[in-house]
C-alpha cells in the first residue's frame, strides 16, 4: 500500500469536514432540481455570491468586526443565506419564472432551451459581474481557525473546516425539518413530486418553484459562506463546484434531499481520498469518474426511485 | 451521399449554402485588418462546431454540455500530431476526425443508455475530466511550432485570408452533411426520437444505432474544427479547447439561432461571435468583465423574445405575413396498395409462464396465451391488471423474468422493440404517442423505413396506409392539430405500414364518442378481414363484445378467462373481477331464485 493508515484516517477526515459543507450546496442544487427540473448552470455562482457576501461583511468592510475573529466568519456566511435568497426571488420573479414552471411547455417545445441559456446567461453575468465588483485576485476570510487545529488521536482536525462541517450539518437538519414538517415545505415537495397533481390539490406550483429557487440558491450560498474561511476563490470559483454539486444531488438520487446530503458527503470523501492514489491534479477526474459510474450502475441514485409509465 | 433530389426546399438549402460561400469570401477580400479576418475565422470555426452539435443535440434532442471533448481532441490531435512527429495539419486535421469520430462511438456505447437530464449531465463530466487528464500529462500549454522552410506544407499561411477559406470549407462540409442528415431518413429517424423514442423504437427505428451514427459524426466534425482552431490560435492550452465556455459555445449558438434547423447555429455564430469579439475589445481593457456582462444578457433579452431561437422565430412571423406561404405539395394519386398479409392456421403469438415483477409487486404471474393467425383477440381487465404491461413485454420494451413467448414459432425474448417491430409485429399505445410536430405523412413514413429502400417508397406506403385507415385527406396536415380519432387512426396507420402480421393495440377506443367508435371499429374489423391478426386491450365489455373473436381476461396480473365472447362474459370470476363479490353472490341468489 503505498499510503499509512494514518494517511488514510486523515485524508477521510478531511473529506468529511469538506462533505459537509458539499453536501450543503448540494441540498441547494437538489431543492432546485427536485422541484423544477431545472439545469442550473448558475448555481455555483449564486455560490460564489455567498462568499463575497461573507467575506464583505466580515474581512471586507467589517461589518460583523464586532463579533470577534470566531463568531463572524459563521454570523456572515448565514447572513449569506437571507442575501442571496432575496436575489433569487427577484431573479425568479422577474426573470426565471416567465422561462420555467407550468406556464411553459416543458415537454418539447420552448421551454427547455430557454430555460438553459437563461441560466448561462446568469452564469455570465455573475462571473464577469463580480470580476467587475471584486477584482480577479484570489482572496479569503481569515479566521484564526484557519491555522488551528484539533487532535483526534493522530488525525489533524482543521478547527475552521470542522466549524463549518458542524454549522453545515445543523443547517441541513433545519432544512429537512422546514421540508418534512412546514407548510411551504410540504406544498415544495408536492410541486416536487408531481406538480399537476399539486395543483389539483390547490398548492400553488409557480409560488412552490420560487420558494424552492430562491431557497436554494440561499443554502448554496450558506455553503459558499463556510467554504470562504476555508479556501481563497476568485469569482470563477462557480464553476469548478458545479460538477461537484451536480455528482453529488446524481449520487445521492435527483429529487431526493437526504439523497443530496449523503451525496454531497460522499463527493467529498472521493475527492480528499483519491488524493491518497492520484496524483493533485485528478484529484477532479476522480469526481467525474465516481458520477459516470454512479449515473451508468445507478442512474436513480443512492436514495432515488425510477418510475415511468408507457 | 444522395440528397433528395427534386424537393425545391433542398434545393433552396443549396443556394444559400453557394450564397453564404460568396459572402463570405467577399468580406475576406474586402476586410483589410487582420484582426477582422481573425473574427471572421472564429465566426467559422464556432459555426461549424455548432453545426455538428446540432446535428446530434438540435435534430434528436439529446442535449450535449460537452462537445467541448471533441473540439478538445482535435485540437490537441493537430498539435501533438505536428510537436511530436512532425504531423502537417493537412492530414492531421483529417486524423482528428477519425479522432473525434472515434470518441463519439466510445463516449456514445455507454451514454446513450441514459436519458434526458442524466445524459446532459453525464457528457458535461466527459471533457472536465479530460482536461484535467491532459493538465496531469503535462499538455498545459503546446505552442505549434513554426516552420518556416515549407510553411504552405504545414497549413502556415501570411495571408490569413487563407484560413478564411479552410474554414469556410469545414463550415460548408458540416452543412452538407447536416443536410444530407435533415433530408433523408437519418434525420427523421433523429426527430422521430426527440419527440417520442418509445414510439420511434416501437415503429421499428433502431433509436440506438441512428444516435450512435449521429454522435461519430458530430464528434468527427467538431473535431476537425477544433483541429483548425488549434493551427490558426498557435497554441493549445487544456483550458481553452476543453473548458466549460467552448462546451456552451455552441449550445448558446444554437439555441440563440435556433435549435434543430439547418441555419440557426450559422445565425447564432453570425451574430454573437463578433459581437463578443467587439465588446472584448472595445471594452475589455477599460473595464475587464463588462464584455461578459452585455454578452450574458444580450443572450437573455433574446431569449426572452425569441425562445425557440432567431431562426423559428423569423420563419414564424414571415410565414405568418403570407411572403412564403407553404404551397401545398401535389400529391401523385396512384396510391399503392399493400400486399396483404396471408393468414394461415393455428397459433402466431404464443406465450408460457410469462412472468414480471416490479419490486414486491407481481405485474404479471404465469400468464399464457395463445392466439391464432388471422384473429380478432381481446385482452380485458380492470385497470392495473397488468394489460399494457403485457404488450410491453411482447413488444420488448420490458423483458419477462420468466416464461417464453414465440411469434410465429420464432422467440421473441431479448429482443429490442424495433427487433420486434422487424417480426412483424406493429403496436398502438394507450395514450398517443404522436410525433406532434412532424405532419400526419410524416409520422407515419417513420413506420415505413423497415420495409422501404428508398425514401419515396416509404412515402408511398405511408399514403397507402393513411388510405388504409381513411384519414389519407389529412396527410399534410400536422399531428399536433389532429382530434382524438384521428390521432388513433395516424397512430393505426404509423403501426400498419411496415406490413406486420399482428397489430396490438393498446386501449384505441378510449376516450372516443359513439360515432367515432364505429368508424375506428370498423377500420379494425376491416383489418381482420384482410387477414390481419389484431390483439386488442379493453376495458370496456361492451364495445369489445361485439369486436372480438376471443377474449382473455387478466386480472391481479393473471389470467382468469379465455374463450368466446358469450361465455366470458358469464364466468363467475370475470364477474367478480369487473364488480365484486357481493355482485356474484346477488348474482348467484338470482339465479337460485330462479329455479
Redesign the interface.
Known sequence: MPFSLLDFMQALAAGIMVGGAYALMCIGLGII?GAM?V?N?AQGDFMMLGMYVAFYLTTGFGVLAFLGPYAGPIVGAFLAGPAVFAIGWVLHRF?VS??TGTGVTQA????G??Q???T??????F??????LFG?APTGIRTPLSRASFEIGSVLLNEAKAVSFVVAVVLVAAVYLFLTHTRHGKGLRAAADNSTAAIYMGIDVDRAHRIAWSLGVGITAVAGGLLASTQSFQ?YVG?DF??VM??GV?LGG?GSILGAFWGGLLIGIVQQLSTLVL?Y?????AI??V??LI??LR?QGLFGRLSER? | MRLNPGTTATARHLWAIVGLCVVVLAAAFAIRSEYDEGVLVLVLLWATLSVAWNLLSGYS?L?SFGHAAFWGLGAYTVALGLVNFGLTPWLGIPLAAVVGGCAGALIGY?TF??RG??F???M???P??ML??F??LGYQEVPLPMERTAPILYMQFDDKRAYVVLALALLVAALLVSLWVETTRFGRALMAI??NE?AAEAAGIDTWRWKMRAIVLSGALAAMAGGLYAVVLLVVTPDSVFG?LVS?QP??LS??GG?GSLWGPVIGATVLVPLAEVLNAQLGDK???????V???A??AI??WA???VYWRVREKVTRSGLAGSEPRPRSAPVMALPQPRSGQGDLLVLRGVGISFGGLRALDDVGLSVQDGSLHGIIGPNGAGK?TLF?VING?LRPQSGSIAFAGTSLLGLMPNRVCRCGIGRT??VVRAF??MTVVENVIVGAYIGARDDRVAEQMALAALDRVGIADRADSMAGGLTTRELRLMELARALVPQPRLLLLDETLAGLGHEDLDSILSVIRRLRDEGMTVLIIEHTMQAMVRLVDRFTVLDHGRVIASGAPAEVVRDRRVIEAYLGRRWTDRVSETAAGDI
Open positions: 432540481f427540473r439545469v448552470f426573470l416567465r422561462v418539447e417545445g420552448a421551454g432551451y430557454a438553459i441559456l437563461v448561462l446567461g446568469l452564469a455570465l453575468i462571473q464577469n459581474g463580480g470580476l467587475i480577479s469569482p464553476f458545479v460538477i451536480y455528482a446524481v435527483l496524483p491534479q485528478l484529484q477532479n477526474t467525474f469518474v458520477f459516470l449515473v451508468f442512474p408507457t | 434532442g442535449f455507454p443508455r441514459l437530464h442524466y446532459a449531465l453525464a458535461l463530466a466527459y472536465l475530466a484535467y487528464v493538465e496531469w426527440k419527440q418509445p466549460m456552451s449550445l448558446i439555441l440563440f435549435i473595464i475587464p468583465g463588462i464584455q461578459g456582462v454578452y450574458g444578457v443572450i437573455i431569449i426572452l425562445p425557440e431561437g399494457t410491453n420494451f399505445f394507450q406532434a410536430r
